[in-house]
């Protein structure tokens, strides 16, 4: 017995000692540790925030930030420092942004990445100064599109967080979000699931057309307003006369839209652009087009990797396109694969044989759009074919 | 005379003899690990020699008062307390040496060469021998981290010291810099330290106990007892 006490005993006196001399180390190292830490995170803070002074870090819990946001700090002249994380073409993309008492970014620097960083580690430089209303001017760097535009989005993400912290409001929905708020807020029922439709027939002022996905209603877009009908074309938002029955029409006339495909196989001069052709019940046509994309030149594939742009395009009897969309593609990216963002395919809508040519190209992707417009040019020649054979 | 002699013996030996590194096969992973850099070995082996000095130095001091039963668990947390305050130190004062060896240096705790010689000498001889035991043992840790990184330095990286060496840094063997590289030279040393000191360093005259080169310090008192039948 008394041996087991000598053992227990010794052990754990030696622990005690141990632990005392850890403390009494402690007490003399941890300051000095604390102090090198700061030093470091203020350095990084300084780099992004020249001239900054004071920092202190906020519980940004109290607040409610942008979610890439991990960390703020608050600097003596009312400017603000973000560490935020977002992804760029991988994720962890780590980026510190100062913004100045005006909203203006005064640097930007990433600190982390598991990206392959060239010419975009310096892009960072470029935002200084940008305020809310002038980031979006800022160009991306051409085949970093994806890195350089999260980039920009931390640096916007940390204006905003800027613009809360002081007390501001700030909308942090995206474009989708807030289309689909908007939307929602025209036809509750439809329980905030929508589908775009593609649009066949000739609409009085609306520029697009939804339907909920649970089949309660249309969801006109005219102008600046959300009108809703319920399944069966009625208007139920609350509007003046006029548009309840202009939208009311377009209503009847999508609702009561069908199509049927001609076979186009007996057309020996169908231009080859046209895959698939379809005419509807008021006398319109839809057709769907394989547009030669990058590496593809007429008929001959230069590119091993050319793939064809698939488009789809409605258009009247009499060589108008109602709505023109990019169904699929596989263009380089942050260069022609713009072909697929609406700002670039609806600038085709409401255009004639006579000024389709007047839309205006996609930067560095001259291919890409002449093989685009040249398979939008085939329609009008093929409606002219096909209304020959009526 | 002869007690000065031996003071003398304890604190030379571990420099080539009884090299912890070359000699006695000890401390194999932070010495490959920690070699690819001149300004890493030293700051490892000076961190390594403070512990070990330390340690061995309470170990003796303790001796007769830990039971022998717990000796290994009292060992371990005196080294421990002892590496910890040395990292802290490090972590405070010396920030750039602290991210080089990184986890290294927590894992001097587990280095062979420290408890090997706690467990083989300080267990056993005076607070003062215990203590030249440690500088001798630690500078020779020291050394051969030193001399493996100078040349894992100069010809794999072709720099001594972070200071780029004209013409050597255009033709560097990177290959040295790798885990592999770090082998080979280590072999290469064992093979030179055995050659300088044939004859002088311990013999393997038999396998069992006896061939052990920690023999000359620990007498074969922890073996078996067909050592003390062989002497």
Do not use: W
């Not at chain 1, 488009?311 to 942050?334: F, P, Y």
């Not at chain 2, 490959?32 to 070995?41: D, P």
């Not at chain 2, 090997?116 to 035991?133: H, I, P, Q, Y």
């Not at chain 2, 840790?141 to 100069?154: K, Q």
Request: net charge negative; charged share 20%.
């Amino acid at each position: 017995m008394k041996k087991h006490l000598k053992t227990i005993s010794s052990l754990s006196i030696i622990c005690a000692v141990v632990a005392i001399l850890l403390a009494a180390t402690n007490h003399i190292t941890a300051p000095i540790i604390k102090e090198q830490e700061n030093e470091a995170a203020f350095a990084a803070l300084t780099e992004v925030f020249p001239g900054g002074e004071g920092f202190e870090q906020i519980d940004i819990s109290e607040y409610e930030l942008p979610s890439t946001i991990t960390e703020a700090y608050s600097e003596k002249s009312g400017g603000y420092v973000f560490k935020i994380e977002t992804a760029g073409y991988n994720s962890g993309f780590v980026i510190m942004c100062g913004v100045d008492a005006n909203g203006a970014v005064t640097g930007a620097t990433y600190i982390a990445s598991s990206e392959t960083l060239g010419a975009e580690k310096g892009y960072g430089d470029t935002l200084i100064g940008s305020t809310k209303d002038t980031i979006d001017s800022v160009a991306t760097v051409s085949g970093a599109t994806k890195t350089t535009g999260a980039y920009k989005n931390a640096a916007k993400d940390a204006i905003n967080a800027s613009v809360i912290l002081g007390g501001g409001t700030v909308d942090l929905r995206d474009e989708a979000q807030i289309l689909n708020d908007n939307l929602s807020a025209a036809l509750p029922d439809g329980e905030g699931k929508f589908t775009s439709l593609f649009i066949t027939e000739e609409l009085d002022g609306v520029s697009a057309v939804y339907k909920a996905d649970n089949g309660k209603g249309y969801v006109f877009i005219s102008g600046e307003n959300f009108i809703a009908t319920d399944a069966n074309g009625e208007v139920i938002s609350d509007v003046d006369d006029e548009l309840k029955s202009s939208i009311s029409d377009s209503a009847k006339k999508i609702i009561g839209s069908e199509i049927t495909e001609i076979d186009i196989s007996g057309y020996e001069n169908m231009p080859k652009q046209v895959a698939k052709a379809y005419k509807t019940t008021s006398g319109n046509y839809v057709f769907e087009l394989k547009a030669a994309g990058f590496g593809i030149n007429g008929d001959a594939y230069y590119n091993p990797s050319g793939e064809h742009i698939i488009i789809k395009v409605s258009a009247t009897a009499e060589g108008k396109i109602i709505m023109c969309e990019t169904l699929s593609q596989k263009e380089s990216e942050g260069i022609g694969d713009a072909c697929a963002n609406p700002e670039f395919y609806s600038q085709f809508n409401g255009k004639k044989e006579a000024n389709y040519r007047e839309i205006d190209a996609i930067s560095g992707a001259t291919l890409t759009t002449n093989g685009y417009k040249t398979a939008v040019s085939k329609v009008f020649e093929a409606i002219k074919i096909l209304k020959g054979d009526d | 005379m002869s007690n000065k002699n031996s003071n003398l013996s304890i604190l030379f030996k571990g420099l080539l003899l009884e090299n912890p590194v070359f000699v006695l096969i000890l401390g194999t992973c932070p010495t490959l690990a920690t070699s690819t850099t001149v300004i890493g070995a030293i700051g490892m082996g000076l961190a390594a020699t403070a512990v070990l000095i330390c340690s061995n130095m309470v170990i003796s001091m303790l001796r007769r008062f830990i039971p022998d039963t717990v000796r290994i668990p009292c060992y371990i947390v005196i080294i421990a307390g002892f590496v910890t305050v040395v990292e802290m130190f490090i972590h405070a004062y010396l920030p750039s040496l602290y991210e080089t060896l990184g986890v290294y240096l927590a894992l001097i705790t587990v280095n062979c060469i420290i408890l090997g010689r706690a467990e083989m000498f300080a267990g056993k001889n005076t607070v003062f021998k215990s203590a030249l035991d440690g500088v001798g043992m630690g500078l020779g840790f020291t050394l051969a981290l030193l001399s493996i990184a100078t040349i894992r330095e100069v010809i794999g990286a072709g720099t001594f010291a972070g200071i780029e060496i004209p013409v050597l840094v255009d033709y560097k063997i990177e290959f040295l810099q790798k885990t592999p590289g770090g082998f080979l030279i280590y072999g290469i040393m064992i093979a030179v330290v055995y050659k300088l000191t044939h004859g002088k360093a311990p013999k393997k005259t038999k396998f069992g106990c006896e061939s052990c080169p920690s023999f000359s310090v620990c007498g074969g008192v922890k073996c078996d007892n067909t050592v003390k039948e062989a002497k």
